[in-house]
């Protein structure tokens, strides 16, 4: 099979490489026909991860069943199935808990497992023609008959658009509550499109990419240029001096300030600075125990220089993590599926597997368009 293989920092080739075969009677194999190139890619593509040279990325995956083991049951051959990034087991006490990012079995000695990531287990990406689904029964979450017209926008239940409402179930959010999002990536647009589905009152996504804020303003969200000013004083002028009552950080631990100099801390201390005291803050960007490539110190150690005072002091809250993608992505299945929820309208290229080399260059660079990348592995 072909598939995307990292070679190093800023160097990925499509290969050939063995099939993946049916090891356990839990396992099926899915021929992939939709993968994403996700903003958590970039971190192992850059080289600030441990990820080793012969990998293959993709976390975010889409297809037909070709082969099924013995003791799989529910899911059967030519079923279009989208799998969720968390590699989970079903039966630990995490998964039982429905906590399926923090899974005791997939990734021995850790909590938490997923496809083609760093120090997240042995599994292999979907950015492939082929790909091993361990636990099948469990980690495949069949699709309706409409699989196939509504591939692009199902695509994303395997991450981005459940990591998107977890940022803001995080945050506390109630329906008729102001909502600031910091990121104009692709979860930070989920986060955005699922407030707005759950009733937001008010919504701000921060970024300094053009293209980016034009989309969030599609979403009926309200854009704010962070190259212009300070975006939590710009956030609490337009409130009153109030804020809002919840935010979302959905960049991680790259984030840069408002002169685009990297400052692992600015999000974060952006969002105490404009979200109302005692309000929730959820925290779905990536940030790792350690960055030895990173640019202070503090930050080569996972650590943040962040405004705990003012945290403490406003009384607020917030909720981390990876997202439990299995909690959602049913509920979510079914949005799609009745025309509530059409997360494909951020995507900005449909590209063959053999164009992901130059996919990952564009980007990586932020280049102007490219906001979300989607590769055909059968095209």
């Known amino acids: 099979m072909k598939a995307v293989v990292y070679n190093g920092p800023k160097d990925v080739s499509v290969d050939t490489l063995d099939d993946p075969k049916i090891e356990k009677p839990t396992d099926v194999i899915i021929r992939v026909t939709t993968t994403n190139i996700c903003g958590s890619d970039l971190h192992m593509y850059e080289g600030r991860t441990s990820f080793e040279k012969g990998r293959v990325f993709g976390h975010e995956n889409l297809g037909e069943v070709i082969e099924v083991g013995a003791a799989v049951d529910r899911i059967k051959k030519g079923d279009r199935v989208c799998m969720p990034f968390n590699v989970g087991c079903g039966f630990c006490e995490n998964c039982e808990r429905g906590l399926t990012g923090f899974c005791l079995t997939t990734n021995p000695g850790t909590a938490g497992a997923a496809y083609g990531f760093a120090e997240m287990g042995p599994w292999q990406g979907g950015q492939a023609e082929l790909m091993r689904v361990p636990y099948a029964d469990f980690n495949c979450l069949k699709l309706p008959e409409d699989a196939k017209e509504k591939e692009d926008d199902y695509v994303m239940l ?102 685009g100099k990297e400052r692992s801390h600015y999000t974060m201390n952006c969002l105490v600075k404009s979200t109302k005291a005692t309000g929730g803050i959820g925290v779905v960007g990536v940030f790792i125990p350690n960055d030895p490539k990173a640019p202070d110190d503090l930050q080569k150690e996972g650590k943040i220089a962040f405004d705990f005072g003012s945290f403490w002091f406003k009384g607020q809250k917030i909720g981390t993590g990876q997202c439990n993608v299995k909690h959602y992505n049913r509920r979510l299945m079914n949005l799609i599926e009745h025309g509530r929820a059409n997360p494909a309208q951020i995507i900005s290229h449909r590209l063959p597997l053999d164009q992901a080399p130059d996919a990952y260059k564009h980007f990586d660079a932020r280049d102007d368009g490219w906001t979300k990348v989607v590769l055909k592995p059968t095209a």
């Open 158 to 259: 395997s991450d981005i658009f459940p990591t998107g409402w977890h940022g803001v179930e995080l945050s506390g959010f109630q329906p008729g509550e102001s909502i600031a999002i910091y990121g104009a990536g692709p979860v930070g647009l989920m986060a955005a499109h699922s407030a707005q589905i759950r009733g937001a009152a008010q919504i701000f996504v921060v970024d300094s990419h053009d293209d980016r804020l034009k989309l969030a303003e599609a979403m009926g969200a309200i854009s704010i240029d962070m190259r212009k000013g300070d975006p939590a004083q710009q956030i609490l002028d337009a409130t009153g001096g109030l804020g809002t009552d919840r935010g979302v950080e959905a960049v991680g631990y790259q984030c840069c300030d408002r002169h």
